[in-house]
């Protein structure tokens, strides 16, 4: 491990960072996106999945962090069989870069499992020496896409708040709208998240996209204080089905495919997008912002 002091010594210290803290004369352009919902088995896993692939295509590099505990993560639905995880980085038996593994289309994947509640509650020690080893990751990736669970649990809470932009996914179906708002409600009211990138899932057409948007924002407007941001929709396909019983992308075995298309589009769409803070290390404000949560 290199010691915090060693990476201190190389950048320039900036007092409204703990750990003494490190912001690097070369600034980096990390995006920092969770995927999150209120309601599970809306496609998170899915969409994070066949977006980084589509992201990587347009020639950036991703990093993706499985952030949820659940059983249908990411390296089942990739058919990887990852030998460490996280909780290994945070022991101290491995680096980072020992743990992540190569997914399709030149995609990175940290694995974390049970670190990923670990990571949220680590002691004074251990976050130093996770928060050095995030930070030499910083200049390898243009994108980390957080795969949240679903809900809000104080884990989900913690990669929302952390993350530098929430996409908020929503499908067609009354619980998946009123927990998308209650997500939203619990995120602004008692963390000051208040701007949400709104995607859904499983529409037969654009129209229907756009009408549940209108719904949502109709309500958010008069309850809460939010913005939101209609980042556009995923087609229900079978195909997608096709491909997760495959165990692959939709967007790699079914580029043609109507939901392909679509992530295509979103991919594009997401990198048109200037970036929100480009003056931070965007792994340095994850794990600060991850932190950070005891105070809020
Ligand atoms: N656009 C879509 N069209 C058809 N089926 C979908 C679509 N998105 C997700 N699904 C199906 O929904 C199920 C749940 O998706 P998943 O990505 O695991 O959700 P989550 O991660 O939110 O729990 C998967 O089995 C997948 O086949
Ligand atoms: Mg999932």
Redesign the pocket.
């Known amino acids: 491990m290199i010691a915090p002091k060693e990476i201190e010594k190389s950048y320039k210290c900036d007092s409204q960072w703990p750990y003494g803290c490190l912001q690097k004369v070369k600034m980096n352009q990390t995006r920092i996106i969770s995927i999150t ?1 209120g309601k ?8 994070v999945a066949n977006l980084a692939y589509t992201i990587a295509q347009l020639g950036k590099r991703v990093l993706v962090l499985d952030a949820d505990l659940g059983l ?1 993560n990411i390296d089942i639905l990739l058919g990887l069989t990852p030998r460490y995880t996280l909780e290994h980085v945070i022991m101290g038996k491995k680096h980072l870069p020992e743990v992540i593994v190569s997914g399709p289309g030149g995609v990175d994947i940290l694995p974390a499992s049970s670190g990923v509640e670990e990571l949220t509650n680590l002691n004074p020690n251990q976050r130093e020496h996770i928060f050095s080893e995030f930070f030499l990751l910083n200049e390898d990736y243009d994108f980390l896409l957080i795969d949240t669970a ?1 809900g809000i649990s104080s884990n989900v809470i913690c990669f929302n708040v952390a993350a530098s932009e929430v996409i908020n ?1 929503i499908e067609p179906d009354p619980t998946s709208f009123t927990d998308a708002y209650a997500l939203m409600k619990v995120l602004s009211v008692k963390y000051g998240v208040n701007h949400f990138k709104i995607l859904l ?2 529409v037969n057409s654009e129209e229907e996209a756009k009408g549940i948007f209108e719904k949502i924002e109709l309500v958010t407007n008069k309850f809460l204080n939010v913005t939101l941001e209609y980042l556009g929709f ?4 079978k195909k ?2 096709e491909a ?1 019983r495959k165990q692959q992308l939709v967007v790699e075995i079914y580029p043609y495919a109507r ?1 392909s298309r679509c992530f295509f589009q979103l991919a594009r769409v997401i990198c048109k997008i200037p970036h929100e803070s480009p003056h931070f290390n965007g792994f340095q404000r994850f794990i600060h912002g991850l932190f950070k949560r005891e105070e809020l």
């Open positions: 919902s599970g088995g809306v496609g998170k896993t899915n969409i249908a679903a996914v899932n499983s995923i087609f229900r396909d997608l089905k997760v939901s």
